[in-house]
C-alpha cells in the first residue's frame, strides 16, 4: 500500500536515531532525501541500502507532482532532511499537503527536533511557547521584531551563526536588553554549548568568540510593563 513517511533523523549524535526510524528505512522502496550525500552516510553507518532521490526547498515545486505519482503506483517512500524532522524549517509540507490531497496516506514518525531540547534546557517557561523558525535574512526583520515585542509566549527562533550577535542585540533593541534568553548551539554535538542570560549579556558573549554550528535562540514572552520603557 501506497504511503509516505516522515522520518526524523539525529540533529547531532547520530544514537539519537529511534529504531522505528531505522525499521521504516530499511522497508520502504524509496528515500527522499534534502542532501542524498549526507542522507547516503547516515545510510551507510546503519548499514542500509536504499535509492536515494533528492528532495529540495529549490526543486520540491518541480517534484511533487511525479512523487505523487510514483505514490498513486504503489510506490512506499521515506523523507528525511538533513538533520531533525522534515517540515519544520525544512522541506516536507509541499509533499504532505499533496499526498492529503491526493487520498495517499502520511505517517509522520515522533524524533529529533532541535528547538525542543533547546527550549526544555533554557529554563525559560516551556509550557506556552511561539516557533518562529527563521527571520528573513535582510527586510522584514523589524518588522517581524516589533510585531513580535509583546508576545508573552516564549518565544523559539533558528538562527545562523553569522548573524547570532546581530540578531541578539536587535531583540534587545525590540524586546529589552534585560529580557531573559538563550542560545544552544551544536545541540546533540560534541561540543554542544547552551548560554543562558539577558539578551545583552548574550549579545556580548557572543561578540568575543567564533560561533559554529545551527544555532537555536529561545527568548523569554513579554511581563506587561516590565520589559519596555
Known sequence: MSKLTLVPTPVGNLGDITL???EILKDVDLVLAEDTRKTGLLLKHFQISKPLRSHHKFN????????????????TMAMVSDAGTPGISDPGFLLVRACIENGIKVETLPGATAFVPAL????????RFVFEGFLPPKKGRNKRFSLLAEEQRTMIFYESPHRLEKSLRQMAEHFGPDRSASVS??????HEENARGTLEELANHFSSKTVKGEIVIVVAGCETGKDRA
Do not use: F, Y
Not at 526544555?120 to 509550557?127: F, K, M
Open 20 to 22: 522505528r526510524a531505522l
Open 60 to 75: 520540491e515545486h518541480g517534484t511533487t507532482e511525479s512523487l505523487i505519482a510514483q505514490l498513486a503506483s504503489g510506490v
Open 120 to 127: 526544555v534546557n533554557s529554563g525559560i517557561p516551556c509550557d
Open 185 to 190: 548551539r551544536e545541540i546533540s554535538k560534541i
